[in-house]
């Protein structure tokens, strides 16, 4: 496997990891039996709403601080579950929850960030699964200025990241230049 970062973390990318059938099987159930919201963050001081809307399910209690707010996991479904088998296999980790993330169309985004909570711990492994329209997944490093690389998340892909990744490297889904379909992204954490 060859990571797509030159330095300072690991990246690996798997674009035909679904078929197009279970795919679009996946896509309609979790679009379907997941409790999508439209959640507020704090953003220098003030509560804005996020431009897309998600859900946190997972196999602990705990709750999990994200961007500012406190998300309670709602349980795996049999459709999660199927999925994280699948990329656990891969990964060689075992994932404790995800965070679903519903792109409605090509104004939904989500901003600069690195997954660095340290309830993730040091170096977190964290699978990211996409479903539905393709769009362009951007990460760029902290300190080297213009050291940057993008590439788009197609229907039915795996994407991986580990090592020292969340450290050094910030990553973002821009809003789209034209127009597209809803996209749901999976990412797997493990929280300890
Ligand atoms: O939608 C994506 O591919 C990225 C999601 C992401 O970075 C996150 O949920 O932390
Ligand atoms: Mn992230």
Known sequence: MISLLPQDGEVYYF??????????HYFYK????????????????KE???PRLTAWHGDTQKSYSYSGITMNPFPWTETLLN??????????????SALLNLY???????????????????NPVIGSVSL????????????????????DLVNGSFLLMKGETQQHWLHSIPKNSTPVGPRINLTFRILI
């Open 15 to 24: 674009s035909d990891f679904f078929t197009p059938e279970e795919s679009i």
């Open 30 to 45: 979790l679009l379907h039996e997941i409790e999508w919201k439209q959640e507020p963050i704090k953003l220098f001081g």
């Open 48 to 50: 804005i709403m996020q």
């Open 83 to 96: 999925i994280k088998l699948k990329i656990e296999a891969v990964a060689e980790v075992s994932f404790t």
């Open 104 to 122: 409605r169309d090509e104004k939904d985004s989500m901003g600069w960030h690195k997954d660095d909570e340290k309830e993730l711990g040091t």
């Open 132 to 151: 539905g329209a393709t769009r362009t997944f951007v990460l760029k490093h902290i300190r080297d200025n213009g050291l940057k690389t993008s590439l």
